[in-house]
């Protein structure tokens, strides 16, 4: 009776334990799955160029928050002017132009070393899917087109030919704007009024214009080459794919004509991607190389913005 009582104890406590079993994952498994939530898939050639544009895209936004407010409230307020001038309101207009040029003083004091205050900018981004071998094509084709006098074909081509972030920027200056409020002030106490609203009217005209050209291209190649540098180690085949594009959006900068007159710079940081592609298949100490190429390729993308 105790031995029986003893054998279905047993068997009780051996079928709880293998139930337990059947329900927890085995540890090398559980490990593995955790591994696998941890790790996730290298990003796309594609994914890292488009992310390398957006964080260009972010930093020219960036520059809103650097326009001078005062200059763009005086702005604002010349064409309030020329409103209540157009109204034949002329003390009004007076009274505000005061402090129009009250404002343009206070500016002048905050920036004697500076020409151009920006007051407006805007991002236009102008892409192309082309490769290499089809831009060459196109180049050959507008190259024919104004060969048969057909410009205006020419022009509607090469507009398809551009890889690049634009950031325009719209200045007010100093060096003119406050003396033409002056002079329009001046006419307008003397009875002058339409030699007023012609002077405020070409003052607000004269605003300055620049473009920052940034070319997509080396955008690109500059984030590609980064991300192969993180995993040149531990992913050769990737790391060697993300070399592959950054050649390929060189050779795009370059027929593009962004620094059509820098073919030596062209040449030098294809050979030091070619270089790197070569010590990833070998011994792969290509730390120094990858730090070296950013470099190289970061004060060209700069000394061609800044050109």
């Keep these: 009776m105790v031995l029986k009582k003893s054998a279905k104890k047993t068997g009780f406590l051996a ?6 079993f059947m329900t927890v994952p085995s540890g090398t498994g559980f490990c593995q799955e955790k591994a696998a939530e941890k790790k996730a898939p290298p990003k796309t050639s594609a994914q890292v160029s488009k992310g390398a544009v957006e964080k260009e895209k972010k930093k ?3 520059i809103k928050k650097e ?8 702005i604002a307020d010349t064409y309030k002017v020329l409103d209540l001038l157009n109204q034949k309101k002329s003390k009004e207009a007076l009274d505000l132009l ?3 040029i009250g404002e343009l003083e206070v500016i002048l004091a905050a920036n004697k070393n500076v020409s151009l205050i920006p007051i407006n900018s805007y991002t236009v981004v102008v892409d192309t899917d082309l490769t290499p071998k089809q831009i060459a094509e196109k180049i050959t084709e507008v190259k024919t087109k ?3 006098g057909d410009v205006q074909g020419a022009r509607i081509l090469l507009d398809t030919l551009q890889s690049e972030i634009d950031i325009v920027i719209e200045n007010l200056p100093l060096a003119t704007y406050p003396d033409a409020m002056k002079l329009a002030s001046k006419y307008i106490i003397d009875g002058k009024v339409d ?5 405020l009217q070409i003052a607000l005209n004269s605003m300055v214009v620049k473009k920052i050209v940034i070319p997509i291209p080396l955008v690109r190649a500059s984030d590609l080459i980064a991300e192969a540098s993180k995993v040149a180690k531990t992913d050769k085949e990737q790391a060697l794919k993300y070399l592959n594009e950054a050649k390929r959006q060189l050779e795009l900068a370059k027929i593009l004509g962004y620094g059509k007159d820098q073919p030596k710079v062209y040449k030098d940081l294809q050979e030091r991607i ?13 730390a120094k190389m990858f730090e070296e190429l950013l ?6 993308k700069e000394r061609l913005i800044s050109s």
């Design 15 to 20: 079928i709880l334990v293998a139930l337990f």
């Design 60 to 62: 020219a936004a960036d």
């Design 67 to 74: 326009l001078n407010q005062k200059a763009i409230k005086a």
């Design 98 to 100: 005061k402090k129009v």
């Design 146 to 148: 104004l060969n048969h």
């Design 195 to 199: 030699e007023a609203k012609s002077v």
């Design 274 to 286: 070619d270089s790197i592609k070569k010590e990833i298949k070998g011994k792969n100490k290509a």
């Design 295 to 300: 470099k190289k390729l970061k004060e060209f």
